[in-house]
Structures are given as C-alpha cells and as structure tokens.
C-alpha cells in the first residue's frame, strides 16, 4: 500500500497562499491519479483537485482560477498550491492516490490510499 504524507497546511489571512505537499513512500509515477480533497467536520469530503498521469487536471469550481495541482516524479511528491485563499477554505486537506484512471476524479470513492491529512485555517 502506498504511503502518503500531507505538510504546508498552516493559518492564513484570508488572500494568503499555501502550498501543500503530499510526498509519497513509493513512486508518484507509480500511480495515475491523485487528488486533494478537504473535509469540515461534520461534512463529507469534498474533492478540491486532482491529476491524471501529470497531465490531465480537474478542479471543483470554487478553487477554479486560484488553486493548481502539479505532481513532481522526481520528488515522489504531488503539490496544490493555493492563492487568493477565502475563509470558506477552511477545512483539513487530504491527499489521495489511485492505480486508475477515474471518470469522476473529485470523487473520493475513486481512491484506494489516502494519507492523514492537514489542517488549513483562513481567517477573515
């Protein structure tokens, strides 16, 4: 099973940025698809971005335009950065990975490893 690591979540100002990374035991080459996703408790997670075989990007509509997805093979990690951030980012991030391709992939129930998540506060 593949080993993921999520770091960059912090507090911020709202109009901040952060960038997160997500550094994997294997390879990122090792798998097609990886996505971030951010969940408030109490509500179910939501998919934030994703990226298929490096290429091929997908991103919820309300980060559209401020947030982008990039994976370094050479690194073994996958990054989201994050501008113009609003207090309604607020929420734990999570990164995910996948062997597959997936028709949905903002959807959470594509991915089979997850990793242990990091918190990203904005405030006003």
């Known amino acids: 099973e593949v080993q993921l690591v999520e770091s960059g979540g912090a507090s911020v100002q709202a109009g901040g940025s952060l960038r997160l990374s997500c550094t994997t035991s294997?390879?990122?080459?090792?798998?097609?698809?990886w996505g971030w996703f951010r969940q408030d408790p109490g509500k179910a997670r939501e998919g934030v971005a994703a990226i298929y075989r490096g290429f091929s990007r997908s991103y919820t509509d309300s980060v559209k335009g401020r947030f982008t997805i990039s994976q370094d093979d050479d690194k073994n990690t996958v990054y989201l950065q994050m501008n113009n951030l609003k207090p309604e980012a607020t929420a734990m991030y999570y990164c995910a990975s996948s062997p597959d391709w997936a028709a949905r992939p903002l959807r959470p129930n594509e991915y089979t490893s997850w990793g242990q998540g990091t918190q990203v506060t904005v405030s006003p």
């Open positions: 294997g390879s990122t080459a090792s798998s097609d698809l």
